[in-house]
């Protein structure tokens, strides 16, 4: 062991880096180095100066800053994405200059005024997978901001990071919660407020975790869960999806807006508390239109008995809004399990499989299948294990392919053998179905069968858009991409509702929607290759060739095999013949 003293100490580490930088350089090589300069000078440096920060280095397109506190570092990240944002309100998306940013709390060592070690190495690293305008965090730094800072906190699941041993928890603030205002863009209509529906309208906000340990949050959130699917079970209401509910989690609420921006009449919030073997849910109903609270009850109880806890919330909730309704239609059976290990498996495994990475798919199968191995007869941990399944292969994840669709699909199979009015279950097997199968007739049948089970369940909406477009029938995909859409508009995965909107015009020839529909995909993705081949062929059928070639540069960027024939004998698109030739005519390689 050397006996030479390293200096060393803990640190939160800001890594920054400008996106594309070599591209805007090649552009505008003045003028970009300009606009670094200005950035630098206006808003960068005063910021990390606001923030106390130690700019350690700063690069030619990026900087590394030192905080004393995560906090701190946080605070003047989000500072900075607004800042910037703010600034490329006016200036087309090709030209602006946007910023990744990657935050790390660890030991670092301290030479020469520089920093090194794997607390530099780490923030680095997750500025590197950080989304364009957004920003990533670690779990040993997300830790340490819970209940401090304002914000959306995306759980991203493990991911592997480049050179770093261990797999990482990270967490995301994501582009579209940066704004000046400080709230979530609105990202549906560019209104300020949804029009309410005719029925009674209902968001169920994140509960409060009271339980006094963080790692206990994904109960509170399995709770609203199950409450959200109770109440989508009525026809006669009509209730946000929780992926739009939740981008309102761990910020300060005015229900007010909440209801303005959501499109909703009534909202719920509440806490649970569980420990001992005992819990406690405090539900409270508000009219969002005047902020009067209609309602407000807490149910104790032991933890055997969740679900009837679960029961008389519902209940309660339904006899406030909606007195008419028969509350015999109140159905928790597809979601439960006797095995209350089960359940918290499939709790854990849901908030994996949301982060919708490589990572988080294989974990959240690992957890639904071990709540299958415990409960065998658990409908909704198959209908998990089968979308992970799935998920892969869609996503290109799957090393055998084959295998993990039969896997997937016999898994799907046996949760309608469970319980055959499983909606969601329903939905993605009837996709499968148009997907690999090529039997339209069958899979309409599914997707629209789940529909009349739940017409409230967003993702069902976008099952079937996808069937249809897939069926050759682009006017019922709009309809079923857009109902996706007005019921979860807050939805982290709007980009691919928005691309299928965007295919489906262009099946109908509305060539100068489907350019809008892709555009508002890619505010939602830079890196989602179908919205830039949507793009793509909208473009060439209006005749702007010069941005249509673009577009399809930028796909062959994002995979760089591409052709056309390949893309249409995995997807099954031989139907979309003007989708096909829009990006021959845009220049892709058959």
Known sequence: MSSEHVERRLAAILAADVVGSCRLIGIDEEGTLAQLKALRKTLFDPKIAQHHGRIVKNTGDGALVEFASVVDAVRC???????????NTDVPQDKRIEFRVGIHLGDIIIADDDIFGDGVNIA?????IAEPGGICISDDAHRQVRGKVEGTFEDMGSQNLKNIAEPMRVWRIPKDSVSASGMPAYPYSGYAALPL???PSIAILPFQNMSGDPDQDYFADGMVDEITTALSRFKSLFVIARNSSFTYKSKPIDIKQVGRELGVRYV???SVRKAAGKIRIIGQLIDAATGMHLWADRFEGDLSDIFALQDRMTESIVSAIAPKMFRAEIDLAARRSNDLSAYDLCLR????????TRGGSAEALRLASRALEIDPRYGYAATLAGS????NVFQGWAADPKSELAEGLRLLRLALSIDGNDHDALSILGCATAFFFIEYDTAREMVDRAIALNPNAAFAWEMRGWTYQRAGEPEEAIRSFDRAIR??????????RFTGIGIAYIGVGRFDKAVAAAKNALQKNQKYGAAYQCLAAALAHLGRHAEARK?????????????????????GQWQAQMFIDGLRKAGLPD
């Open 124 to 128: 680095v690293r997750l500025e590197e």
């Open 487 to 496: 019921l979860s508009p807050f939805d982290p995965w709007l980009f691919a």
């Open 551 to 571: 577009a399809a540069t930028q796909i062959l960027e994002i995979e760089p095999h591409f052709r056309i024939s390949e893309w249409v004998a995995c997807t």
């Open 77 to 87: 990240a989000d500072d900075v994405q607004r800042g910037v944002a703010e600034q």
């Open 388 to 391: 992970c399944h799935l998920s």
């Open 268 to 270: 719920l919030e509440g």
């Open 197 to 199: 529906p005719d029925g």
């Open 349 to 356: 495994a849901n908030s994996h499989l949301y982060s919708w």
